[in-house]
């Protein structure tokens, strides 16, 4: 394989210090240098002035649905929908059928990634069979290569349970990912608790579902040590409490999606109860979408995750009530937050690496999330003028739930490379 | 025609004007229904499919008998007689339905947004018969109806909801309609059975019956689902009747001049005692009747915009 040199491109690679237009130089699967001197013979040069080169984007929230409900999609198809998002690594959760939740699953995991287009990167079930009672066997799922643990899906709502799994991970050096909503304040919940909830009679799920759960864990996290990362954050409230935690010193992080970012419970209404703005946790207020924006520019929130939740047309294509939770993320996410984030100046795009590849690489300890010689070349190209359309016939993913469909974008990726191999194209 | 909609999915799409409309249009059906020969030929082009998934006696045959009166022809469909025991989703079933060209559907489900969906997915006029706590327009219209036919108009009538605000389907769009047409409306729950944000209404709410009750005009005695006693909504219904429960006593705190109303079917002895629902001034039975007049007004009204 010839080395490639890219030119022209606009670098941003925060972890090096590094926000300028210069050529990058890779060779074989790693990369040589940056603003290189010389270049081989052979060189394949690539003009891509007026784009972006990222390092490639880290998805830490990732459901790929294998093995077990492969209709929805699996570690091939998701590893596609991720290339041709931007992303080079993505971490799978463990609340597949079965749930991945020993160390032969995780290996499983590991096999069936050697047909991916992106890195694939393991997370192990906390508890036996996803059922909050009893540990996995932890230190084998470690062993067997597992990047974090979380059931999640489920909360983990013994806190017993959860006190150990913070001290038994903390040995193993694994931070924790948790999905914070109360069970029991939750149950039957379809909604956020607030105007529509009681517009319309639906169950609601109160703010206070994810703020307890949040409180408790730090508490927790003062008593056991560990390192604790919240998922998906919905609440307004729930940024304060974190922020707190963070001032306190205690290792603790979090995540947020672009859906809970950009979209409320509003949507629910004014579409006319469409499944695809259900999910878990559930779409809030615009004051929650704000507090939670201004908590990605001030640093509060470390990363912009996915939660990509494919699901087939069967089991959304139903009222509300009866429609599974959670929607597609890994071919909209980028787009989404550079045209409402980044174009509208509220972050930089600088700051739109550290949440997308900086922060969740330095979370799960994985090679990834700088464009530093001597490291993989895992590199994202991004065309910040690049204008489309949302459109389900475009989708990589197996499934096509997404409320973002008919959206109006400017910036996508044009090229993914892993490893210094092209595994997407546009 | 001042009627803009293709369905008639809830109260919150429709404005004052087109609520009277249809009050207007039942008004000519309602009269139908006192005559020795009470069917019209009117829509015998038209084949109506009742889809019920949840049970019901009084709507399910307050449609089928205003459909029959209007000479459509009509299929109905219940859950539990179905395929949906052999596991079929709604999404097939729906499917299938319309496979058949049928001309309009009128729906009841326990789920929230099920007549949007349905209309979604086809072109034909779709009637909500109550979507699980969302709205049961047909049911507010007939009490609007009901109302007027005492009053005459709404304006400056005080109106109370009393009961388990908060699941209703039957208050939801009774709020709608009647802050639409001017009525001053009083929700009156233990606070458990008011919707937590009961201000998202923008209507007067209480917890204390008697402070509700004094000087209304209408009070409509909502159903109490007997299971929301074991979801921990109330301690009893022991409790219930006596702190929330229309008796007598506490019926002469209305105004002279009033009626006492109740979707039914009643639980006597828990929100409405026996002498109160028997008593001369509850209307239970002409709502009962009026229901039929303003589900044949929903039928023309919506079969009039398949032919226009």
Redesign the interface.
């Known amino acids: 394989m010839p080395a490639i040199l890219l030119k022209n491109g606009h670098i941003v690679d925060p972890a090096a210090g590094i926000d300028k237009v210069a050529d990058i130089l890779i060779d074989g699967d790693a990369i040589e240098s940056i603003a290189p001197e010389k270049i081989p013979k052979d060189t394949e040069i690539m003009d891509i002035s007026g784009k972006y080169v990222f390092p490639g984007l880290v998805d830490m929230h990732t459901h790929a649905r294998e093995p077990g409900q492969e209709y929805k999609e699996d570690i091939e198809s998701a590893s596609q929908a991720a290339a041709a998002g931007g992303y080079t690594s993505i971490a799978v959760m463990a609340n597949t059928v079965p749930p991945i939740d020993t160390a032969d699953k995780v290996s499983f995991i590991y096999e069936r990634s050697a047909a991916a287009a992106v890195w694939i990167y393991p997370v192990g079930a906390v508890s036996k069979n996803l059922e909050g009672k009893e540990l996995a066997e932890l230190a084998d799922i470690a062993q067997a290569g597992a990047v974090a643990l979380s059931d999640d899906g489920f909360p983990i709502a013994n806190s017993e349970l959860m006190r150990n799994a913070l001290a038994y991970a903390d040995q193993l050096d694994l931070p924790i990912l948790v999905h914070e909503i109360d069970p029991i304040l939750a149950a039957d919940g379809?909604i956020n608790?607030?105007?529509i909830?009681?517009?319309?009679?639906?169950k609601?799920i109160?703010v206070q579902a994810e703020t307890s759960m949040i409180a408790r864990d730090i508490d927790l996290l003062k008593l056991s040590g560990g390192k604790l990362h919240i998922q998906h954050i919905s609440a307004a409230e729930s940024i304060g409490i974190i922020r707190r935690a963070k001032e306190d010193g205690l290792s603790i992080t979090c995540e947020v999606t672009p859906h809970h970012l950009l979209l409320t419970e509003e949507e629910v209404l004014s579409s006319?109860?469409d499944s695809n703005f259900k999910m878990m946790p559930p779409l809030r207020t615009k004051h929650d979408t704000e507090v939670i924006a201004e908590a990605l520019a001030d640093g509060t929130i470390d990363v912009i995750a996915t939660d990509h939740a494919p699901h087939a047309l069967?089991e959304k294509?139903?009222?509300?009530?009866?429609s599974a939770s959670g929607i597609i993320g890994l071919e909209t996410a980028l787009a989404l937050i550079w045209t409402h984030f980044v174009s509208k100046g509220k972050i930089s795009p600088s700051r739109l690496v550290e949440l997308m590849s900086v922060n969740p690489a330095k979370i799960l300890d994985i090679p990834a999330g700088t464009l530093k010689p001597g490291n993989y070349a895992d590199i994202t190209i991004f065309d910040p003028e690049r204008e489309w359309t949302v459109s389900p016939e475009k989708f990589f993913s197996k499934s096509q739930n997404s409320p973002f469909i008919g959206w109006k974008l400017k910036g996508k990726a044009i090229m993914t490379i892993v490893a210094g191999e092209i595994v997407f194209r546009d | 025609m001042p009627f803009e909609h293709d369905s008639l999915?809830g109260l919150t799409y429709l404005t004052a004007d087109e609520i009277l409309y249809l009050l207007d249009e039942a008004k000519a059906f309602r009269s139908i229904l006192e005559r020795d020969l009470k069917k019209v030929p009117t829509l015998r082009w038209l084949t109506v499919v009742n889809l019920f998934y949840e049970p019901s006696t009084r709507t399910r045959i307050s449609f089928e008998l205003a459909e029959k009166r209007l000479s459509a022809d009509v299929v109905n469909f219940s859950a539990s007689t179905s395929s949906v025991r052999k596991g079929e989703?709604?999404?097939d079933t729906v499917d299938n339905i319309l496979a058949m060209k049928v001309d309009m559907v009128v729906v009841r489900?326990s789920?929230?947004?099920?007549p949007?969906?349905i209309?979604?997915k086809c072109k034909v006029p779709v009637i909500n018969a109550g979507d699980?706590?969302?709205e049961h327009p047909t049911q507010a219209l007939l009490d609007l109806y009901t109302i007027r036919e005492k009053f005459g108009q709404f304006n400056g009538l005080k109106v109370v909801i009393l009961g388990d605000i908060?699941?209703?389907?039957v208050a939801?769009s009774n709020i709608d309609g009647l802050k639409k047409l001017g009525a001053n409306v009083v929700l009156c729950a233990p606070r458990t059975l008011l919707?937590?944000?009961?201000n998202?209404?923008g209507v007067d709410y209480t917890t204390d019956i008697e402070e509700a009750l004094s000087g209304a005009n209408v009070v409509n005695v909502l159903r109490l689902q007997l299971e929301r006693q074991k979801a921990g909504y109330i301690p009893s219904l022991r409790e219930y009747r006596m702190f929330w429960g229309l008796t007598s006593r506490r019926a002469k705190l209305l105004d002279s001049d009033h009626i006492i109303m109740h979707p039914g079917p009643m639980n006597r002895g828990v929100e409405i005692d026996p002498d109160v629902a028997d008593a001369k001034d509850t209307v239970i039975l002409e709502q009962v009747t009026n229901g039929v007049a303003i589900r044949m007004a929903v039928i023309f009204t919506l079969a009039g915009k398949i032919k226009g």
Do not use: I, W
Not at chain 2, 111 to 114: A, L, P
């Open positions: 379809q608790e607030g105007r909830s009681s517009l319309t009679g639906m609601g109160p006319g109860f069967h294509d139903n009222p509300f009530d009866l | 999915l989703s709604l999404r489900h789920s929230v947004g099920t949007q969906y209309a979604r699980g706590t969302n908060r699941h209703s389907r939801r919707p937590p944000n009961p998202v209404f």
